[in-house]
């Protein structure tokens, strides 16, 4: 392979990474309002985490699966639910990745739609041998509070 | 061509499907907003199919022009509607492939901005030799059904 | 470099510009929501300009930056607020591109999110030595004025 092809396939490998991480985080929202417990929690690492400010953290694919097999998503599900994520910015670095952007949740209220949470996400990714996955979310509730922006800060 | 030029042309055209993909389906919301009916359905094959539970079906260029240049959409427009759509998962297989994401209808009540849907979004799309375009969209209000979240499954 | 390989070179550079200018747009949320008035002024070119249709237009990267510093921007994160993108739609040629999507506000209202504005955007966007950068950015409410509505189409 010549030089020139090496720097090639570098270049196509970046715009691979992109578009597997923006496929991974893209899968939440269909996945979660699916009822998929497995599903979501093989988006993140064995050991991946997930924080809820004011909620709770779920660490691991046991815990992050009851997350959605729980009763809160449940009967979140069973009104009417849409978790929808807006676009996320991204920065890798080698086999680790940071993206952010924020994420809503709307709710049917029996009668119309409500807006029930408008939150901050952060999602720490690392590459593994089976592709990219999340090792940490962190996601915070949009209501006035600085930690929950500092969560949409990208590295430089 | 050598082989390794193979590989590297099949992994660039995947990413140029997905874009392609992502292309078509980020297009619908400004071609409908902008009552561009033509345009709109020119996003699907000639026989291609609308269905909206609760609403009808549309199938073939004219009946999908018809959705946008109808009464109801109309109507909407001139309210001051927005038809806005998450992120989409999707998985290409050969000339096929199927999208899952989420779409919401904002309108302006005049006072304020509602939401007047929320919805799980299936796109069945086919490569044709214009390129990547919709054969059946189906759409269902998220407002509890079990059928509206069947929609969002992605094939494994 | 062969001619098979000037192709794909071509092919990849399409991929790259699209993904750099999804990326461009993207940050605009988490910055702005962010605070961070430097970063979104840096969205722009030296002498860009963003023009809000019922609100004004700043131009240049000194008036952009106080658009986030100032005090009308400033009361809505310490409210809490989310500014979200839904997925653009683009068109390259050359060094310039268009691309067209809605963005959404949500407030936190004390004891809900209420949907503060939905608009159109278009974006007009430039190569420059550092990179794609917007040029204009142009936005308007949807509340079923044309010219809002007009924002939102793509040169053909």
Redesign the interface.
């Known amino acids: 392979?010549t030089l020139?092809?090496g720097a090639?396939?570098q270049?196509?490998q970046v715009?691979?990474d992109?578009?597997a991480i923006?496929?991974l985080?893209?899968?939440y929202?269909?996945?979660a309002?699916?009822?998929?417990a497995a599903g979501v929690a093989a988006l993140w690492t064995e050991n991946g985490r997930y924080e809820i400010s004011g909620f709770g953290s779920a660490t691991g694919h046991r815990e992050i699966a009851a997350l959605i097999s729980g009763k809160t998503h449940q009967q979140l599900?069973?009104?009417?639910?849409?978790h929808?994520?807006?676009?996320?910015?991204?920065k890798i670095d080698g086999d680790e990745a940071v993206a952010?952007?924020?994420s809503?949740v709307?709710r049917?209220a029996g009668d119309?739609?409500?807006?029930?949470?408008?939150?901050?996400n952060r999602w720490e990714l690392v590459r593994t041998a089976q592709g990219w996955r999340v090792d940490l979310r962190k996601n915070a509730?949009?209501?006035?509070?600085e930690a929950?922006?500092?969560l949409?800060?990208?590295p430089a």
Do not use: K, Q, Y
């Open positions: 392979m020139a092809d090639l396939l270049r196509l715009l691979e992109r578009e923006r496929e985080i893209a899968r929202g269909p996945l309002d699916g009822g998929n599900m069973s009104d009417g639910c849409a929808i994520l807006g676009p996320v910015s991204m952010v952007g924020h809503l709307l049917w119309r739609f409500e807006v029930a949470r408008v939150a901050a509730l949009l209501t006035g509070e929950a922006r500092a949409l800060s990208l």
